[in-house]
């Protein structure tokens, strides 16, 4: 089986700039989280979604970002207009949740995010 | 809310030596689960463990140990005779719930572990 499959793996851009980050989930997982690690703050998350439905987004730092889940097998995170303190790591990761589980997330490798 | 805490920011050994990260938590749940996670310097997260808080049992998986003990409200991870493909930043979580939807995953600040050959 595939794992959850992140792109790209590197993304290099100039502050102002929109930047979109993808992922796809592993297939019949139905909840996806968004994380970011950086330095300073460790690994935050950003927003989760479950059965495509923002759950909590209180993570997610400002309206420069955004992220949506149009079908069970894909989700973007955008920033717009991006920032150098943008710069990090985003991971997207994906479990199958019921309630009250305490599910493992897999996580995808990672896209590596510089702001310019 | 909930809280973890790795107080340690890196660990250098040389090669062979066990070495122990301390992890220590805060929740307010009575069920809840903990987790540790491996990210090698390639960068992406690796799932090692997950107990739940039922289970005190310390677990053991080939040079791998866990102590979970919920009295001091820790779950510390030993690595035995370690190598050099033991360096990584290892990362301690707690499931914290979302809304009656799930749970999500609050981590620590990682401890960096390098062994020396």
């Known amino acids: 089986d595939a794992g959850v499959i992140q792109s790209p793996r590197h993304e290099v851009t100039e502050m102002g700039q929109e930047v979109t980050l993808r992922c796809k989930p592993i297939s019949g997982h139905n909840s996806l989280f968004w994380y970011r690690q950086t330095m300073m703050r460790g690994l935050e998350l950003l927003i989760y979604?479950?059965?495509?439905?923002?759950?909590?987004d209180s993570g997610m730092p400002e309206d420069r970002f955004s992220a949506k889940m149009p079908n069970a097998s894909f989700s973007t995170l955008k920033i717009q207009p991006s920032e150098p303190r943008d710069s990090a790591v985003y991971f997207c990761?994906?479990?199958?949740?019921?309630?009250?589980?305490?599910?493992?997330?897999?996580f995808g490798s990672g896209t590596q995010l510089s702001v310019l | 809310a909930q809280k973890v805490t790795q107080a340690q920011t890196e660990i250098s050994v040389v090669e062979k030596e066990d070495v122990t990260l301390d992890c220590v938590y805060e929740?307010?749940?009575?069920?809840?689960?903990l987790f540790w996670y491996k990210q090698p310097p390639s960068g992406e997260l690796v799932f090692l463990i997950r107990r739940n808080s039922f289970d005190e049992q310390n677990e053991i998986s080939g040079r791998y140990s866990w102590n979970f003990q919920k009295s001091t409200s820790s779950f510390n991870f030993t690595i035995t005779a370690s190598q050099v493909v033991d360096s990584a930043v290892y990362f301690c979580a707690l499931s914290d719930p979302i809304k009656a939807a799930g749970n999500k995953l609050t981590f620590g600040g990682g401890t960096r572990v390098l062994v020396k050959p």
């Open positions: 929740t307010r749940d009575t069920t809840y689960y």
């Open positions: 990761a994906s479990s199958f949740q019921s309630t009250g589980v305490g599910e493992k997330l897999f």
């Open positions: 979604f479950n059965n495509n439905v923002p759950i909590d």
